[in-house]
């Protein structure tokens, strides 16, 4: 039988990705510059495209699905989640089928003030959102609102430094400075909204706004309070990476509806989510499972992709 053909956008790095799906599927790679894109060269092939923002990106993502007999595009980045999303159902129609979830999902979870907004609207622990800075109680914890990949992000001691971090950026929101064990939870979910696995991998050291170090960790604390979170997640589908501290207390950071740069750690655990997403497109029954290597720790290191450059 003829394996599923899989496209991943803005590739970039995703190297354990790209062969993780490999396993079980035909998988193309596109990217702005694929050429210089790691991923895109350990792929089955690859495309250029413009940027996700530019005019034409949707029209050319769909030419390469069509040209290439591509069934599943796997988003990676947050700036493409509302763009693909809204454009999920009219690709559907000619057969294509985007893995993320709903626009409303990937719009909530975007901005860092609308998901404050939801977790404290369902009743869930997370970092409160100052904005009285003269009056507040320092130290706080700085982010620019629509942020990815840590950036911008950072402890703010005093008014002084607040009011000058909104000099240089009006984006920036302050929270509650929140001292405890940070984790980043993979999460799949079915098609039909239930949760399948449930991983939380212990951030031990964050490179560039990514888990460098991390081990996997079977904390019943955590694991039960995703299971209440994840039935609030209407519209929720395939890999989201859930963060969150803990102290006594859970207190969700953030949920980015895709798969995170740590995932490689949860599928090397055993909690293959390449295998779930396939399954799941092709009907078959998926069941919850928590058989994962517990305190499994992954130490990454940079490695390298040679191509000759003769062929660029």
Same mark, same amino acid.
């Given at each position: 039988?003829? &394996? %599923?053909?899989?496209?991943?956008?803005?590739?970039? #790095?995703?190297?354990?990705?790209?062969?993780?799906?490999?396993? =079980?599927?035909?998988?193309?790679?596109?990217?702005?510059?694929?050429?210089?894109?790691?991923?895109?060269?350990?792929?089955?092939? =690859?495309?250029?495209?413009?940027?996700?923002?530019?005019?034409?990106?949707?029209?050319?993502?769909?030419?390469?699905?069509?040209?290439?007999?591509?069934?599943?595009?796997?988003? !990676?980045?947050?700036?493409?989640?509302?763009?693909?999303?809204?454009?999920?159902?009219? /690709?559907?129609?000619?057969?294509?089928? %985007?893995?993320?979830?709903?626009?409303?999902?990937?719009?909530?979870?975007?901005?860092?003030?609308?998901?404050?907004?939801?977790?404290? #609207?369902?009743?869930?622990?997370?970092?409160?959102?100052? !904005?009285?800075?003269? !009056?507040?109680?320092?130290?706080?914890?700085?982010?620019?609102?629509?942020?990815?990949?840590?950036?911008?992000?950072?402890?703010? $001691?005093?008014?002084?430094?607040?009011?000058?971090?909104?000099?240089?950026?009006?984006?920036?929101?302050?929270?509650? /400075? %929140?001292?405890?064990?940070?984790? !980043?939870?993979?999460?799949?979910?079915?098609?039909?909204?239930?949760?399948?696995?449930?991983?939380?991998?212990?951030?031990?050291?964050?490179?560039?706004?990514?888990? $460098?170090?991390?081990?996997?960790?079977?904390?019943?604390?955590?694991?039960?309070?995703?299971? &209440?979170?994840?039935?609030?997640?209407?519209?929720?589908?395939?890999?989201?990476?859930?963060?969150?501290?803990?102290?006594?207390?859970?207190? /969700?950071?953030?949920?980015?509806?895709?798969?995170?740069?740590?995932?490689?750690?949860?599928?090397?655990?055993?909690?293959?989510?390449?295998?779930?997403?396939?399954?799941? =497109?092709?009907?078959?029954?998926?069941?919850?499972?928590?058989?994962?290597?517990?305190?499994?720790?992954?130490?990454?290191?940079?490695?390298?992709?040679?191509?000759?450059?003769?062929?660029?």
């Amino acid at each position: 039988m003829e &394996k %599923i053909k899989v496209l991943i956008t803005s590739a970039g #790095r995703r190297v354990s990705l790209v062969r993780n799906f490999q396993k =079980y599927s035909k998988v193309f790679c596109c990217d702005m510059n694929p050429t210089l894109s790691a991923a895109s060269q350990v792929s089955d092939g =690859y495309f250029k495209v413009p940027r996700v923002t530019d005019k034409n990106y949707l029209e050319v993502l769909f030419d390469i699905c069509k040209q290439n007999d591509i069934k599943i595009i796997i988003p !990676t980045i947050d700036t493409e989640l509302e763009i693909l999303a809204k454009a999920k159902e009219e /690709f559907l129609k000619e057969g294509i089928f %985007i893995a993320i979830s709903s626009e409303e999902i990937c719009k909530t979870f975007y901005l860092k003030t609308s998901t404050e907004q939801f977790f404290r #609207r369902f009743g869930f622990n997370t970092p409160k959102i100052v !904005t009285n800075l003269k !009056t507040a109680k320092y130290p706080l914890f700085a982010k620019l609102d629509n942020s990815s990949l840590s950036v911008g992000a950072k402890k703010v $001691n005093s008014f002084k430094e607040a009011k000058e971090l909104l000099e240089l950026n009006k984006n920036y929101i302050f929270q509650e /400075f %929140i001292e405890g064990v940070e984790y !980043t939870c993979d999460v799949f979910i079915d098609k039909k909204g239930e949760v399948i696995s449930i991983v939380p991998r212990e951030r031990i050291e964050v490179r560039a706004g990514e888990v $460098n170090k991390a081990r996997s960790c079977k904390d019943r604390e955590i694991i039960d309070e995703i299971k &209440k979170l994840v039935p609030y997640l209407k519209g929720a589908y395939g890999t989201l990476t859930i963060q969150l501290f803990k102290n006594e207390k859970i207190y /969700f950071i953030e949920i980015n509806p895709r798969f995170g740069g740590g995932y490689p750690l949860s599928y090397l655990a055993g909690a293959d989510f390449a295998k779930y997403l396939i399954d799941d =497109y092709l009907g078959r029954e998926l069941k919850y499972s928590e058989d994962w290597q517990d305190n499994l720790i992954m130490l990454r290191y940079d490695a390298e992709v040679l191509v000759d450059g003769n062929s660029i």
